[in-house]
T-cell receptor, first 115, second 112 residues
Framework: DGGITQSPKYLFRKEGQNVTLSCEQNLNHDAMYWYRQDPGQGLRLIYYSQIVNDFQKGDIAEGYSVSREKKESFPLTVTSAQKNPTAFYLC??????????????FGSGTRLTVV | GQNIDQPTEMTATEGAIVQINCTYQTSGFNGLFWYQQHAGEAPTFLSYNVLDGLEEKGRFSSFLSRSKGYSYLLLKELQMKDSASYLCAVGNYGGATNKLIFGTGTLLAVQP
């Protein structure tokens, strides 16, 4: 079945370390996105990419980096410059299917905790 | 600026009807989405409105008024499994900007 796979589901990071969150999709979608969700808050956009080898900063890009070397993959690196990285991270891809779902398809998320 | 407002929390009774409102002010508009999110899980798509009016899909309906910047999600015959957060999001597509802007979500608690 087509979908978006995020790994790992849970991730623990020591302060000062960089960590990379994986996001892979087999939906053949061009656009991919990373969101961050904090308790009791909505989704905030970190980075997005509409085509391979191109990406744009979202609303809260500081302390994060991404790459888009393949259409299927959009990994997110949380760097040591991100002061408050503990959050739930969601990856999504976008499609426009007039017969079915519109908008985003989400991965199952990665919960990152700084210890 | 971009602003999407929803109530933070709502409580309703099993079997009843609940309406979750969403107002928005955004620089672009390409449709309004509603998503359901259970705790610790990814959001799942519920509905999409791009024209004014009511869209019905089983127990869930969604309404849009573009002139008023207003939408609501109507849940009928509430079930305990409907306890979740409901996210309102505005599509903003075009050129280099292709993204969804989310509200903070409404946490719905369904009581027996």
């Amino acid at each position: 079945d087509g979908g978006i796979t995020q790994s790992p589901k849970y991730l623990f990071r020591k302060e000062g370390q960089n960590v990379t969150l994986s996001c892979e999709q087999n939906l053949n979608h061009d656009a991919m996105y990373w969101y961050r969700q904090d308790p009791g808050q909505g989704l905030r956009l970190i980075y997005y990419s509409q085509i391979v080898n191109d990406f744009q900063k979202g609303d809260i890009a500081e302390g994060y980096s991404v790459s888009r070397e393949k259409k299927e993959s959009f990994p997110l690196t949380v760097t040591s410059a991100q002061k408050n990285p503990t959050a739930f991270y969601l990856c999504a891809s976008f499609s426009w299917d007039p017969k079915g779902n519109y908008g985003y398809t989400f991965g199952s998320g990665t919960r990152l905790t700084v210890v | 600026g971009q602003n999407i407002d929803q109530p933070t929390e709502m409580t309703a009774t099993e079997g009843a009807i609940v309406q979750i409102n969403c107002t928005y002010q955004t620089s672009g508009f390409n449709g309004l989405f509603w998503y359901q999110q259970h705790a610790g899980e990814a959001p799942t798509f519920l509905s999409y409105n791009v024209l004014d009016g009511l869209e019905e899909k089983g127990r869930f309906s969604s309404f849009l008024s573009r002139s008023k910047g207003y939408s609501y999600l109507l849940l009928k015959e509430l079930q305990m499994k409907d306890s979740a957060s409901y996210l309102c999001a505005v599509g903003n597509y075009g050129g280099a900007t292709n993204k969804l802007i989310f509200g903070t979500g409404t946490l719905l608690a369904v009581q027996p």
